[in-house]
């Protein structure tokens, strides 16, 4: 079964920079479109980036735009977030998850188009 394990999370003040990482098992990941979400306190996850796994197209919350950059290293069956200029209202558990239906160009923006998920990895971000 597919299996998904993020880290990398951690204790930042704003403006700072930390990378997390995603090892999946399992499955085939290089034909896996990833996707990164994250969750607040009292709120629903939401939609942070994705990539797929063909051509190397990517998605993105504007919120994050310019700051964070998915990356995926098919060799090592892992996906990466570079976060950068950490804000702290990117506070939250971030998850990785995993679309093992989408077609090879698309990188999917939707919670319902993943089928297998990470157990999350905190970042807070202090001001």
Not at 17 to 43: D, E, H, I, N, V
Request: aromatic fraction near 10%.
């Amino acid at each position: 079964q597919v299996q998904l394990v993020e880290s990398g999370g951690g204790l930042v003040q704003a403006g700072g920079s930390l990378r997390l990482s995603c090892a999946t098992s399992g499955g085939t990941f290089s034909r896996y479109a990833m996707g990164w979400f994250r969750q607040a306190p009292a709120k629903e996850r939401e939609f942070v980036t994705s990539i797929a796994w063909i051509g190397g197209r990517t998605e993105s919350q504007d919120s994050v735009k310019g700051r964070f950059t998915i990356s995926r290293d098919n060799g090592k069956n892992t996906v990466f977030l570079q976060m950068n200029n950490l804000k702290p209202e990117d506070t939250a558990i971030y998850y990785c998850a995993a679309d093992i239906n989408s077609h090879p160009w698309s990188a999917p923006t939707t919670t319902t188009a993943y089928e297998h998920w990470g157990q999350g990895t905190q970042v807070t971000v202090s001001s």
